[in-house]
């Protein structure tokens, strides 16, 4: 009884040292994976700068410099869960020595801190708030912590410090009692609403396994991270009011980047495997029979049965003790094996359902944002078809729109082409006729010119030679008094002819002189006459030269005014031209309008389709802006057509995602039909280990009733041995003992016959056990290909989670393309918007030079009817 209620006691020790052991590491897992999913605001699974460093002292060894970028293995300048896992060890390592070197600044800053008291925190709440959040001196000094969270109306009036704490997710995991008693309290709700899936989660840890707050389980981390407990224990105080240490901190070690994911949901192997396996155990057993067998016959075969039978015996109830002892341990240590399997096997369901329950909701809320998408998606894509739709309608008003005006664009084009070559024909003619006008005029005016040159000239000869007539006539009427006088003289002389001689020879000197100076005189005079007449004569031509000169002037005038009269007949045909065109011009100008209107609707209606006219930059002329709005309607046709192709693309993409997902949620819920499975297994499994342990303690009380009756025998063999004593005092009787001696012998061979038959039933119950034990072999196989299968569906599972998260990525970069699409669609739009502009200024300066066109007609008409009322 003793023994096995030791044997009980042991396993009970080791059962809690195991269940100690799979707590401490479904706490560590737990505190990674919430400490992530709690700084994680976005609820992307991965973690940038921003949210890290929202959380400094937590996760401080990522905002060193470095540090991040290493920690990044696939180079996205995020992080997830698996990088955090693999830097675990060093990120912890960092924080142990992060918050050594920040006791020693504060200690450096507070003089006082290393004998600090409530009171002391209290008055330096700048303090206080620091150490809330150092994790190495909250170990070292629970006992200030919980006085410090007793004194509540403190804490209200100084809520960063609350806040602090309540943050430091490695000290509420350790503390579980402290953390479960603050959560309650209604003051941290209020500071840290976005704290409730963090409180929520952990409650319900501590719900689900009390035993963490009942022994104070501490988080241990596996293979991959680093427990600081032991430099926490080295560098603190075994007191509240200890001092600080001053060794060194502890050194960080090397990052592991390249290290691979350790299994964190299973245990490690026992060291029950090291012991030896049933088979082994068999063959011993056999062994040990097969050399019983071999005594009996030799006790059958020998001279002596009785020493033989007394070896024997003493070597059988040896090897039985021994292999009873052998079983024994065996057992023990099966049973142990065997408990801390289903132990293990236990935590990885309960493990692997969590994180399947998890990766679940996690599937769901992806899901239900992918519907919500979905939905988004289609709604945009009804009200995409419906503008489209009356997009489509509206540009097929246009285009019928467009043909008409076109139509009557070319017809008015036709009619100002035919006005332009009646105007330039007109034109033509009249600078024919203004050439000929101007040659005529300047040959006109010289003639005239030279004629009033002429006549001046005639009429200065004219007038010179009238003076010298009247000089000449006052010559002759003096030449003639002179000659009266000269005659009266002479009449004079003649009656005085009694006067000198020689007066009178110079008197009749100056006679011959004067004589000769008269008929010179009367010479110049016949001269003068003939001049006169020759004068009059070409006075006389010049005058008929004139009159023919002003006939033909006054035909070219006839002539003139006959072209003036056909050119103001023309300018009244161009200005009635002018005047059609100009009606023209102003329907053109209101189906400008009305088109520009329609423009502004189309322009307002199809945002999107105008975003791929892209070719509008290569219009330089006015002319063509009519092909244009042909090409950008074709355009705009394409684009549409490029649109509805892309978004049958994109919801053929979103069919399949939904398909997918769909699978994967058929996946989802025949990995939880195969968890439900193997429940189902591990409860039969279960069974049968119980069945196992129960038929355990029959061998085990089996054995003991062999060892019962292994006494019995060893009384009988002592029995025997006085027998034999007895035998050999009586050896010398005489021959009548011989014949009880006999029967003493028959009965001792009919005993061993007995013995034979019950070793024989020992050997048929060693076999039944070994076939017990086979079936466990095979059962523990199955158990392990279970596992093995378990495994196989974790890395389906998580390789599914990463296909999953690549799709979510590529899901993101196809948001993002949309979104960089639609901001190229906008600035399309704005540029579109500018060259619309830049046309419409350009239609406003080709407006404005047709109207300086007509202004110019209209000048050029104005000449024309200058020169024909001048001509």
């Given at each position: ?14 059962f ?60 996205d ?7 955090v ?9 960092f924080r ?61 009036r ?40 963090w409180?929520?989660a952990?409650?319900?840890?501590l719900?689900?396994?009390?035993d ?38 502890p ?19 026992p ?17 040990a ?10 006790l ?19 090897v ?29 369901l ?22 919500r ?24 008003r ?28 007109l ?54 008094q ?34 000769d100076?008269?008929?010179?005189v ?18 006389r031509?010049s005058?008929?030269?004139l ?8 035909q070219l ?31 053109l ?10 423009a502004a ?23 063509d ?25 994109l919801?053929?993409?979103l ?18 039909q195969?968890?439900?499975?193997l429940q189902?297994?591990?409860e039969?499994?279960?069974?049968q ?27 009988k ?6 027998e ?16 009880s001696?006999?029967d ?22 060693n ?23 378990l ?21 993101q970069?196809?948001?993002?393309r ?43 008409q104005?000449?024309?009817q ?6």
């Open positions: 009884m003793n023994r096995n209620l030791l044997f009980l006691l042991l396993l009970g020790i080791q809690l040292h195991a269940q100690s052991e799979q707590l401490s590491q479904l706490l560590g897992n737990w505190y990674v994976e919430q400490r992530f999913a709690a700084t994680d605001r976005n609820g992307d699974a991965l973690l940038d700068t921003t949210e890290v460093g929202a959380y400094a002292h937590e996760w401080g060894y990522y905002l060193q410099p470095g540090n991040f970028l290493a920690a990044d293995q696939n180079h300048r995020h992080l997830n869960l698996y990088e896992r693999t830097h675990l060890q060093a990120e912890l390592a142990a020595a992060d918050e050594h070197r920040q006791l020693e600044h504060i200690l450096a800053r507070y003089p006082y801190f290393e004998t600090a008291r409530v009171k002391y925190l209290k008055r330096h709440p700048e303090l206080a708030r620091q150490l809330m959040g150092n994790y190495l001196w909250l170990r070292g000094h629970p006992g200030l912590v919980r006085q410090l969270l007793s004194d509540r109306a403190w804490l209200r100084h809520p960063e410090v609350l806040k602090q704490l309540g943050t430091n997710f490695r000290w509420l995991t350790s503390e579980s009692e402290l953390a479960f008693r603050l959560y309650e309290r209604p003051l941290l709700q209020q500071l840290m609403p976005d704290m409730q899936a409180r929520r952990h409650i319900r840890l719900t689900a396994f009390p963490i707050r009942k022994y104070r389980i501490q988080a241990e981390f596996g293979s991959y991270a680093y427990d600081a407990s032991e430099d926490i224990e080295k560098t603190t105080a075994t007191a509240d009011e200890g001092t600080l240490p001053s060794s060194s901190p050194q960080a070690e090397p990052l592991a980047s390249d290290s691979p994911l350790p299994a964190t949901e299973e245990g490690e192997q060291e029950a495997m090291a012991s030896p396996s049933p088979k082994v155990m068999l063959e011993e057993v056999e062994t029979q097969q050399a019983l067998n071999q005594r009996l016959e030799d059958r075969q020998g001279p002596d049965p009785l020493e033989r039978l007394r070896d024997s015996a003493h070597i059988v109830i040896g039985q003790k021994k292999q009873i002892r052998e079983l024994y341990e065996q057992i023990r240590q099966q049973a142990g094996f065997f408990a801390r399997l289903r132990q293990q096997e236990l935590d990885s309960r493990s692997l359902q969590w994180g399947l329950e998890s990766k679940v909701r996690q599937q769901s809320l992806q899901l239900s944002s992918l519907n998408e979905r939905t988004a998606l289609l709604h945009q894509k009804r009200s995409l078809e419906s503008s489209l739709y009356q997009q489509q309608q509206a540009n097929l246009l285009r019928r729109r467009n043909d008409s005006l076109l139509r009557h664009a070319r017809q008015v084009q036709d009619e100002l082409q035919f006005l332009m070559t009646r105007v330039e024909q034109n033509e003619t009249y600078r024919r006729y203004t050439r000929y006008n101007q040659r005529v005029r300047d040959s006109l005016s010289s003639l005239n010119s030279q004629l009033q040159a002429e006549l001046r000239r005639q009429q200065l000869q004219a007038g010179s030679q009238q003076r010298e007539l009247a000089a000449l006539k006052g010559e002759l009427r003096q030449s003639q002179d000659l009266q006088s000269s005659q009266a003289f002479v009449n004079h002389l003649l009656a005085g002819q009694d006067s000198t001689g020689r007066r009178l020879r110079r008197q009749a000197s100056l006679l011959r002189q004067a004589q100076s008269l008929q010179m009367q010479g110049a005079f016949v001269q003068l006459q003939r001049q006169q007449k020759n004068l009059t004569d070409s006075l031509q005058k008929n030269q009159q023919r000169e002003n006939q033909q002037y006054a005038y006839a002539s003139r005014q006959e072209l003036a009269q056909a050119l103001e007949t023309a300018t009244r045909q161009y200005a009635a031209e002018r005047k059609a065109l100009a009606a023209t011009r102003r329907q100008d209101s189906l400008g309008q009305v088109a520009a209107t329609q609707d189309l322009r307002h209606k199809e945002q999107q389709l105008f975003s791929l006219q892209r070719e509008l930059a290569g219009y330089q002329s006015q002319a802006v009519q092909t244009q709005t042909r090409e950008e309607l074709r355009l705009s046709r394409e684009a549409y057509s490029q649109l509805q192709a892309r978004h049958q693309e919801q053929r993409q069919e399949q995602l939904i398909q997918q997902q769909k699978q994967q949620i058929q996946g989802v819920q025949l990995d939880r195969a968890v439900q499975r189902l297994e591990n039969s499994m279960r069974e280990l119980e069945a196992s342990q129960e038929f355990v303690r029959q061998t085990i009380l089996e054995k003991a009733q062999l060892e019962e009756e292994l006494k019995q025998q060893e009384m063999i002592a029995a025997l041995r006085h034999t004593d007895s035998l050999r005092s009586t050896l010398a009787a005489p021959p009548t003992a011989v014949a001696i006999a003493s012998i028959r009965q001792f061979q009919m005993e061993i016959v007995d013995l034979e038959q019950q070793v024989g039933q020992q050997l048929s119950q076999l039944e056990q070994r076939q017990q034990i086979e079936l466990l072999q095979t059962q523990i196989a199955q158990l392990e290909r279970e596992k093995a299968q495994t196989t569906g974790r890395q389906v599972d998580e390789i599914r989670m990463r296909q999953l998260q690549n799709r979510e990525e590529e899901l970069r196809k948001l993002q949309q979104h960089e699409q639609e901001k190229l669609m906008k600035q399309r739009e704005t540029m579109l918007n500018q060259k619309i502009k830049e046309l419409e200024v350009k239609e406003r300066k080709y407006q404005q030079l047709v109207e300086k066109e007509k202004e110019l007609k209209l000048m050029e104005r000449l024309k200058q020169l024909r009322k001048k001509e």
